[in-house]
């Protein structure tokens, strides 16, 4: 596999992920197509965690010291436990952004590495440093399409237009 494929997507991605989140303002980040989905703010502050906490992290840790346990992560518990929804949305955008250029930058700075490292999970089986470098890449896809579908959803919501016109989502 092409490793720099997926680090120049990831980079290319901080463009993605500006254009799509920047100049919002509250009632757009705060606003929900349901109450139990996530708004714009806690999936900024998700991807934030994410990039810091779990990708990363990860990746260095399978990389460097594979044998040692996995930094614990609880992607879903840290919505309530850091309080997402009172985060101010524009800083945790402008440090997701910037942490996001610090990964590319270390991302591109490793040189010779196994890329089949891997931490032997006891219920998953062997978590590759190819494995937490491909799904980094995939998570950036999901979110990016959490992002648009809500982005639609708000349109639909703030015009009260019908969007079939538009085409099926």
């Known amino acids: 596999m092409e490793y720099q494929y997926i680090i120049l997507q990831l980079e290319k991605n901080l463009a993605v992920f500006e254009s799509?989140?920047?100049?919002k303002n509250n009632e757009e980040y705060l606003w929900k197509s349901t109450p139990e989905k996530w708004c714009l703010?806690?999936?900024i502050c998700h991807l934030y965690?994410?990039?810091?906490e779990?990708?990363?992290a990860r990746l260095a840790h399978?990389?460097?010291?594979?044998?040692?346990p996995l930094p614990p992560i609880d992607p879903m518990g840290w919505v309530e436990k850091r309080q997402y929804i009172?985060?101010?949305?524009?800083?945790?955008l402008n440090n997701?952004?910037?942490?996001?250029?610090?990964?590319?930058?270390?991302?591109?700075?490793?040189?010779?590495?196994?890329?089949?490292?891997?931490?032997?999970?006891?219920?998953?089986?062997p978590l590759t440093a190819s494995m937490f470098l491909t799904n980094w890449l995939a998570h950036d896809y999901l979110h990016v399409r959490q992002i648009t579908k809500l982005n639609y959803d708000?349109?639909?919501?703030y015009t009260s237009e019908d969007l079939r016109y538009a085409g099926d989502w």
């Open 154 to 157: 708000y349109l639909k919501y």
């Open 62 to 68: 399978v990389l460097t010291t594979p044998t040692q």
């Open 41 to 43: 703010l806690e999936i």
């Open 49 to 52: 965690d994410e990039e810091r």
């Open 54 to 56: 779990d990708f990363r």
């Open 20 to 23: 799509l989140l920047n100049d």
């Open 86 to 92: 009172h985060a101010n949305y524009h800083d945790t």
């Open 96 to 125: 997701f952004l910037r942490e996001r250029y610090y990964s590319v930058q270390w991302l591109k700075s490793i040189v010779n590495a196994n890329w089949e490292s891997a931490f032997q999970h006891p219920q998953y089986g």
